[in-house]
Nanobody
Framework: QVQLVESGGGLVQTGGSLRLSCAAS????????TGWFRQAPGKEREFVAA???????TQYADSVKGRFTISRDNKNTVYLQMNSLKPEDMAVYYC???????????????WGQGTQVTVSS
């Protein structure tokens, strides 16, 4: 079984930075990719970034490219470094694991509980 626990959300000013963490435990070999998604009030959950299990391939949504960086350590934690934050980035952020590297929520099988990111103007 795979469990994902997110942390690092909070309140930041426009232009500030946050680093989100997603700690995986259990039988993590069951999935190939880890993705970050976000959902703002009244909007659909959308893709943010993804990384393979080995960390050799990454992908970003156009809206965050150049500002966000996804990475992983040598343990079982995936990070999302968020710089130059904008009010439009305010959302609940979720990490997810799945058997394929993709941008669709339906392609991921395991989800964290979500962490709130609030950006003040």
């Amino acid at each position: 079984q795979v469990q994902l626990v997110e942390s690092g959300g909070g309140l930041v000013q426009t232009g500030g930075s946050l680093r989100l963490s997603c700690a995986a435990s259990g039988r993590t070999f069951r999935y190939y990719a880890t993705g970050w998604f976000r959902q703002a009030p009244g909007k659909e959950r959308e893709f943010v970034a993804a990384i393979t299990w080995s960390g050799d391939i990454t992908q970003y949504a156009d809206s965050v490219k150049g500002r966000f960086t996804i990475s992983r350590d040598n343990k079982n934690t995936v990070y999302l470094q968020m710089n130059s934050l904008k009010p439009e980035d305010m959302a609940v952020y979720y990490c997810a694991g799945g058997p394929r590297f993709g941008t669709e929520t339906r392609g991921y099988d395991y989800w964290g509980q979500g962490t709130q990111v609030t950006v003040s103007s």
